[in-house]
C-alpha cells in the first residue's frame, strides 16, 4: 500500500469537537496527574496508554471512579497471555456501576431505556424503575438459590426485560448468558447445555417482519434438556400464559425493594459469550465483571464519546456480542434505545427511523445495513430528521469505501462515521472510533487505547503498508478469563495463542497505514493465497457487491491435490438479473480494475443463496471444507447456519468436481 499521508479526508472534526471531547479532556488529566503526554494529540495519547499499561488504566479507573469495594494491591500482577491478571485483590459490582446515574435525584425519572418495537411506538423506562425492577428481581433470583458463580440464561429478544434479567444476575453475582430467540433449540442448547443454567428466562415467542413467531414447543424443548434449571420466568410478550411450573414475570419484579449489589473479584465471570461455531460446538468465552467495566467505560466513554446527554442505539440481538456492548452504554449514564424487530421492517429504512424518533446521538449498525440501503437508493438526511445523530458507526464486517462515501453523502456531511472492528472474544474494539481524528475512506482511525495493536508476517516481523496477520502484544482487561469447560485452557490457549506465542493472533488480515489508520481486509483463518500473495476476501466483496446484479457473493480458495489452486466466486444475484458472458464479464472487470489480476476468480458460480452464522456473517470455512470433500455434518455445526439448505448445494458442487 503506498503512503496514504497526502489523501484529503472524508471528515475531519472541528476544534470545537475536539476540545468537547471526553478523550481530549482524559488526555489533559492524565497529563497532570499521571504523566501523560499533554501534547501530540491522540497518537501520543495511544503509545503513552500501551508502553505505560499499568499506569493507563489506573488513569481509566480513576477518570471513570470505578467503585472498588476492596482496593486492589496492583494494576497488573501477571502480565503473560493467556493468563494475566488485573487489579488484583480488588471487588466490584457491575450492575452497581451500570445503575449509578439512578442515584442522582435529577435523573431518576429520565430514561434509562427506550424501546422500540416494529410499530415504531416508544416506551421508556426510567432510572428508577430499572433499579427498582432489577432490586426487586434480584432479592427474588436470590430467594430462588442463585448465588456467585451460577449461570442464569436468556431465551430473550432485545426488550427491557432482557436488560433486568442481566442486571439482576449481575447483582448477585450470577453469570448471563443469552440467545435469540430466532435461535433453534438445537442451537440454544448446543449453548447453554455448556454451562448448565440453574434459572431460564423465556418469552412465549416474539415479533419480526410484521409477523408472531411463538415460541411456546421451543422453550419445552429448552425445558426437557436443561436438566440443571431450578426455575424457568415466563415473560408474555405475545400474551399467553405461563407453561406449568414456570413463574411468571410481573410477580418476580413487582416489589419496591432496593438492589442489593454482591461484591465479587474483579475477575468473577460476568457472562459467557459464544463464538460461531460453524465448525463444531461454539466456544464458551468467560469475560470477567471488572475487565468488563473498565473496558467498556473506556470504549463506550472514551472512543464513542458516551455520556449522561446521549442516546445509544445499535442494532443488535441478544445473541451477539454487540447487545452486551449496548447495554454497558449504561456504565456511561446514557439512554440505551432497544430496537425489537426486522431491520427490514416496513421498508429498509426501518433503523434511520428508529434513530429519528429516539432521538440517536451514535446510531450503530452494519455494514451490510448500509450497503443494503445504498443499493435500495435509500435518502436517510432527506426523508429523516437524523439533526441529533453525530456519529454512525458500523461493525460485523468492514465498511467499504463505498458505504462511507454514501453515509457522508446520504445522512450528512459532516458525519463523524466510524467503522469498528473487534470480536466476541474480548466484547469490544480493537480499533475504530476515536472523535478527534480525520475519518478516511475505508479507513478505521486508529487503534483503540490500550491496545498494542500490530500487523505481523509469518515471522512475526511488524509490517506497515502491508497485509499481516492482526496481532495484541499486550494484555486487554476484557480477553476472556476462560473458556467454559477447557480445564487445563488449551482450548483458549489453540484459539489465539498456537501462531505467536504469548501474543493475541485473532484471525483478521490488516494493513495499519503511515499514519496509524487501520484497514481490515477480512478473516486470515480463510485466507486466498494465490501465487504466493496473500489476499482478504473481504476486498473481493467489497468490489463485486457495487454492482447492481449482485445481492451478496461468497469466494474460497482451494488448494487442490494436484498442486494447483481453485478460486471459485459465487455470487446470489439481485431480482431480474441473469449471470450471463456480460456480467461475468463485468464481475472479473471490476475485480482486476479495482484489486488485481491475481484477484479475479477462476470462476464466477450463481448460487441460491450465501449461508451466514446466526449474527450475519458469511461462512468461509465451512463452504471450503464441503468443496474439499468433508461431509456435511462434520464440515459444519448444523445448529450454527442461518440457513442449512442453502449448504447443500455446495456439497453437491463438491461431488460433481470430484
Known amino acids: 500500500m503506498t503512503s496514504a499521508a497526502d489523501e484529503a479526508p472524508l471528515w475531519q472534526p472541528g476544534p470545537d469537537r475536539i476540545a468537547a471531547a471526553a478523550v481530549t479532556r482524559f488526555q489533559s488529566w492524565a497529563a497532570e496527574h499521571h504523566g501523560a503526554p499533554a501534547e501530540g494529540g491522540y497518537a501520543s495519547l495511544h503509545r503513552w496508554s500501551v508502553d505505560e499499561l499499568a499506569t493507563f488504566w489506573k488513569a481509566v479507573a480513576e477518570w471513570f471512579d470505578v467503585r472498588f469495594s476492596t482496593p486492589y494491591e496492583e494494576v497488573i500482577g501477571d502480565r503473560s497471555m493467556p493468563g494475566a491478571t488485573w487489579f488484583t485483590g480488588a471487588t466490584l459490582n457491575y450492575a452497581e456501576h451500570a445503575l449509578r446515574a439512578s442515584e442522582d435525584p435529577l435523573r431518576a425519572d429520565a430514561p434509562a431505556l427506550l424501546h422500540v418495537d416494529e410499530s415504531h411506538t416508544q416506551a421508556p423506562t426510567s432510572w428508577s424503575e430499572l433499579r427498582r425492577q432489577v432490586g426487586s428481581l434480584a432479592a427474588e433470583l436470590r430467594a430462588l438459590g442463585v448465588t456467585p458463580g451460577d449461570r442464569v440464561s436468556g431465551y430473550l429478544p432485545n426488550i427491557p426485560q432482557a436488560v433486568v434479567a442481566f442486571l439482576a444476575t449481575a447483582a448477585v453475582g450470577g453469570i448471563w448468558t443469552s440467545c435469540a430467540p430466532d435461535f433453534g433449540a438445537r442451537s440454544v442448547l448446543d449453548r447453554f447445555q455448556q454451562v448448565e443454567p440453574v434459572v431460564l428466562f423465556t418469552v412465549d415467542g416474539y415479533r419480526y417482519g410484521g409477523k408472531e413467531h411463538h415460541r411456546a414447543d421451543t422453550v419445552a424443548e429448552l425445558r426437557r434438556e436443561l436438566p440443571t434449571l431450578r426455575a424457568v420466568v415466563h415473560i408474555p410478550l405475545l400474551g399467553t400464559e405461563a407453561p406449568e411450573g414456570a413463574l411468571d414475570w410481573a410477580d418476580l419484579t413487582s416489589a419496591d425493594t432496593e438492589p442489593v449489589f454482591e461484591q465479587v473479584p474483579f475477575d468473577h ?37 458516551l455520556g449522561p446527554e446521549d442516546r445509544f442505539f445499535w442494532y443488535t440481538s441478544t445473541g451477539w456480542m454487540m447487545w452486551n456492548f449496548l447495554v454497558s452504554g449504561l456504565l456511561t449514564g446514557a439512554t440505551v434505545v432497544l430496537y425489537d424487530g426486522s431491520p ?70 459532516d458525519l463523524w462515521i466510524a467503522s469498528v472492528s473487534g470480536g466476541t472474544d ?30 505481523w508476517d509469518p515471522a512475526g516481523e511488524p509490517l506497515t503498508g502491508e497485509v499481516g496477520e492482526l ?69 473481493i466483496y467489497e468490489a463485486v457487491e457495487r454492482l447492481p446484479e449482485i445481492r451478496e457473493s461468497l469466494v474460497i480458495g482451494l488448494e487442490e491435490p494436484n498442486g494447483g489452486y481453485w478460486m471459485p466466486l459465487f455470487v446470489h444475484l439481485a431480482e431480474g438479473a441473469t449471470l450471463d458472458d456480460a456480467l461475468r464479464d463485468s464481475i472479473k472487470r471490476t475485480i482486476r480494475e479495482n484489486l488485481s489480476p491475481r484477484h479475479v476468480p ?14 450475519g456473517k458469511r461462512i468461509e470455512v465451512p463452504v471450503k471444507r464441503l468443496l474439499q470433500g468433508t461431509a456435511l455434518e462434520k464440515a459444519v455445526n448444523p445448529g450454527s447456519i442461518d440457513n442449512l439448505e442453502l449448504l447443500h448445494f455446495y456439497e453437491k458442487l463438491a461431488r460433481e468436481r470430484r
Open 269 to 305: 465471570p460476568l457472562w459467557v459469550l459464544y463464538s460461531s461455531g460453524t465448525t463444531g460446538l461454539p466456544k464458551a468465552i468467560v469475560q470477567s465483571q471488572g475487565g468488563i467495566v473498565v473496558e467498556h467505560l473506556k470504549q463506550l466513554g472514551l472512543h464513542c464519546d
Open 344 to 413: 427490514g421492517y416496513p421498508d429498509v429504512s426501518a433503523q434511520w427511523r428508529v434513530a429519528e424518533q429516539t432521538g440517536a446521538t451514535l446510531y450503530g449498525t452494519s455494514a451490510a445495513y448500509v450497503m443494503a440501503c445504498r443499493k435500495a437508493g435509500v435518502h436517510p438526511g432527506r426523508d429523516f430528521d437524523l439533526s441529533r445523530v453525530q456519529c454512525v458507526a458500523t461493525t460485523g464486517s468492514p465498511l467499504p469505501p463505498d458505504g462511507f462515501r454514501w453515509l457522508h453523502d446520504e445522512v450528512a456531511d
Open 426 to 455: 474480548v466484547c469490544t474494539c480493537f480499533a475504530g472510533a476515536v472523535p478527534t481524528l480525520p475519518v478516511h475512506i475505508g479507513e478505521l482511525q486508529a487503534a483503540s487505547l490500550g491496545v498494542d495493536l500490530h500487523s
Open 471 to 539: 496481532v495484541v502484544t499486550a494484555p486487554m482487561p476484557s480477553m476472556p478469563v476462560r473458556f467454559w469447560n477447557d480445564p487445563d485452557g488449551s482450548r483458549y490457549h489453540d484459539s489465539y495463542f498456537d501462531v505467536y506465542p504469548g501474543v493475541w493472533r485473532h484471525g483478521d488480515w490488516i494493513t495499519i497505514t503511515d499514519r496509524g489508520s487501520v484497514v481490515i481486509h477480512g478473516r486470515s483463518d480463510s485466507t486466498l493465497n494465490r501465487q504466493g500473495v496473500r489476499m482478504g476476501s473481504a476486498d
Open 602 to 615: 477462476d470462476e464466477v458460480i450463481e448460487v441460491p443463496g450465501i449461508p451466514h452464522t446466526l449474527t
